[in-house]
């Protein structure tokens, strides 16, 4: 009997674990299911991708804001030169427009800017043969617009009792001086003293040869011959 309710209390026994264990296992907490695990990783991989955009759309709006100012600079500086320069280049006499106005008269009827042909007119009326002693031109280009200079001579000019070569010189078409080398220096010096007015200038020189002569110039022109001898020459 004592054999009897031994083998009753193992039964027992095994009863209950056999009600316990599902109760236990009960408990337990769910392992998440690799869709779950999916999910999660595209979500932070999803934040991680918007992040980098975003990041990348700031550094790309720097880089425009860099890029701009710098353009800036750089057409501000190149505003500044080319105004310098166009200051620098500009001429500083409108020869037609100095034309237009009352040109002084130089010597011996002959007036300042008067054109080419008119003053060789008017020599051959007077008898004289002038002779082209120099002609140039400079062609338009950068900031320069064309010119050009020729000078005419008559050897035996004959002036105030004295004889010599004249030179007749033109700039751009027009008259603007006339120099006198002639043998009786001294005296036509005497009659022609050097002075300046607000138009015209009368001097007395010495080329390199060592010959006197005597000049009449165009203040305004000779303005402009200066000038352009010292930006494109």
Same mark, same amino acid.
């Given at each position: 009997?004592?054999?009897?309710?031994?083998?009753?209390?193992?039964?027992?026994?095994?009863?209950?674990?056999?009600?316990?264990?599902?109760? #236990?296992?009960?408990?337990?907490?769910?392992?998440?299911?690799?869709?779950?695990?999916?999910?999660?990783?595209?979500?932070?991989?999803?934040?991680?991708?918007?992040?980098?955009?975003?990041?990348?759309?700031?550094?790309?709006?720097?880089?425009?804001?860099?890029?701009?100012?710098?353009?800036? @600079?750089?057409?501000?500086?190149?505003?500044?030169?080319?105004?310098?320069?166009?200051?620098?280049?500009?001429?500083? %006499?409108?020869?037609?427009? %100095?034309?237009?106005?009352?040109?002084?008269?130089? #010597?011996?009827? !002959?007036?300042?800017?008067?054109?080419?042909?008119?003053?060789?007119?008017?020599?051959?009326?007077?008898?004289?043969?002038?002779?082209?002693?120099?002609?140039?031109?400079?062609?338009?280009?950068?900031?320069?617009?064309?010119?050009?200079?020729?000078?005419?001579? %008559?050897?035996?000019?004959?002036?105030?009792?004295?004889?010599?070569?004249?030179?007749?010189?033109?700039?751009?078409?027009?008259?603007?001086?006339?120099?006198? !080398?002639?043998?009786?220096?001294? @005296?036509?010096?005497?009659?022609?003293?050097?002075?300046?007015?607000?138009?015209?200038?009368?001097?007395?020189?010495?080329?390199?040869?060592?010959?006197?002569?005597?000049?009449?110039?165009?203040?305004?022109?000779?303005?402009?011959?200066?000038?352009?001898?010292?930006?494109?020459?």
């Amino acid at each position: 009997m004592h054999a009897l309710q031994t083998r009753r209390t193992r039964l027992c026994t095994k009863s209950a674990e056999t009600h316990l264990t599902p109760a #236990i296992v009960g408990t337990q907490s769910p392992r998440p299911s690799k869709a779950g695990t999916h999910d999660g990783q595209a979500v932070r991989n999803s934040r991680r991708s918007l992040g980098q955009r975003q990041a990348l759309k700031v550094h790309t709006i720097n880089t425009i804001l860099k890029l701009s100012k710098t353009l800036a @600079a750089l057409i501000a500086l190149a505003t500044v030169f080319f105004a310098a320069a166009g200051l620098r280049y500009q001429e500083p %006499v409108n020869i037609e427009r %100095v034309c237009e106005d009352s040109p002084p008269p130089l #010597i011996n009827n !002959f007036n300042s800017c008067s054109l080419v042909d008119q003053t060789l007119d008017f020599l051959e009326a007077e008898g004289y043969k002038p002779v082209l002693l120099e002609s140039s031109e400079k062609n338009s280009g950068l900031l320069r617009k064309k010119s050009s200079l020729k000078i005419l001579e %008559v050897p035996n000019y004959k002036m105030n009792n004295s004889t010599g070569p004249a030179q007749f010189s033109f700039i751009n078409g027009r008259l603007f001086a006339i120099s006198y !080398f002639p043998k009786a220096s001294d @005296a036509v010096f005497e009659r022609h003293p050097a002075s300046k007015s607000e138009t015209l200038t009368v001097k007395h020189l010495t080329n390199h040869q060592g010959l006197k002569y005597i000049s009449w110039s165009n203040n305004h022109l000779e303005t402009y011959i200066t000038w352009r001898i010292s930006r494109f020459s």
